[in-house]
């Protein structure tokens, strides 16, 4: 294989101590990492930590508010050298849901703007309702790529992108960067090149599937607006994520949320109609903080900030270049494996540049009850993949993170082809 590597083999003894950082080694083979990953101890250690501080030092006391702060700067500076942003381009989320919710949400459409967003055939819902919702409530146009060949991939999505793109003028253009279903990579700077020919049009990217998992530099993609979660590839805890949006254009993001912490009424009353018509009451404008803060009125997971932050030091001190090599590797194993099943189907990108290490997989001739037994016996030998969907089609996932070893990788091979000859 091409892009076996150079750390996979020769650098056992960093990836065997790795192996005890996860405690779920000992008890599954957990090959789900696309949909959430297991946290390295270092993380749990530091969010108890936190607990502990917080609760003996007062949660509300200048002592711990300026630990705080000092946190979110150390966040700020890990997160900006993992994808190559400023600092002051972070806003701390929920989730890319959340993230996608407040682009969506927040910026001023004119109606009849246009969208242009991936084929739900591929996008991840959560990439694609948000775009739905906005578009019925403040009646925009959207369009859909690819349109004729709806799942192409790679040089041929490119084409289908080129001939919907050079025909019309577009006020924003979404899609994942990996596709969750088919793992594919998007050409997202080629797409970045093109639509960056104009400045009217905003370009934001659901990098869930990508940032941990590959060395992106968001400058290269050059979008506006950028959404990830904490708790896939970066090891992160739940119920944290990350929004992304270039500073030039910061101001044209509404806060969608408003609260004591994030706004203010102007000095100045204005009479205003409350309630029914004759109902006048004299109040001022909200008047919104600065950045950070006017985005977060809601933002109260700061223990996640503490486990993200031990996450990122652990995954920059490995290096996402390497990580990418090592995961690209072990999917590869499993890949070569199971196909010599020949009742299996990969769903994949044509061209191996545009594949990620999401691996999925299905039966040549479809059967969604198969794949869920298979699903459920793999569970059950304490085998963890992801069912998934294509259209109609059930899939399996399997997404290796760097922790994983060969040897799980060979024994989740081996049930996936034993357990597929007893399967009716
Ligand atoms: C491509 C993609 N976008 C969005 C999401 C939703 O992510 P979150 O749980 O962070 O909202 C996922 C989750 O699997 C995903 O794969």
Redesign the pocket.
Known sequence: MSNQNTLTNPDKDLFDSIQSDFHITKKKIYLNN??ISPLPISSIKSMTDFCLRYSEAGPDSIEFNSYLDSLKIEVRKRIADLVHCREDEIIFTQ???EGINMIANGLNWRKKDKLLIRHSINE?F??YLPWIKSAENSDLVIEFFPKIDISCTGSALIEEFEKIYDKQSFKMVST?HVM?NNGSITPVEFLGKAIKESDDTFYSI?G??SVGAIDLDIQKINCDFMTF?SFKWLCGPLGL?ILFVKKKIMNELNPIFVGSGSAEVSKIPRRKRIGSNDDFKSIGDIVFFKYPDRYHATFRNFPALAGLEASLRYILRIGVNNIQSRIKYLSSILREEILKSTEIIIHEAEEEKYRSSLLSFSFKRKNNSKVQKLNTMLQEQGIILAEREIGERKILRASPHFYNSENEIQKASEAIKSLIKNLE
């Open positions: 696309g949909s989730s890319t849901t991840h959560s990439n994942s969750y659901d869930a599937q979660p994520g």
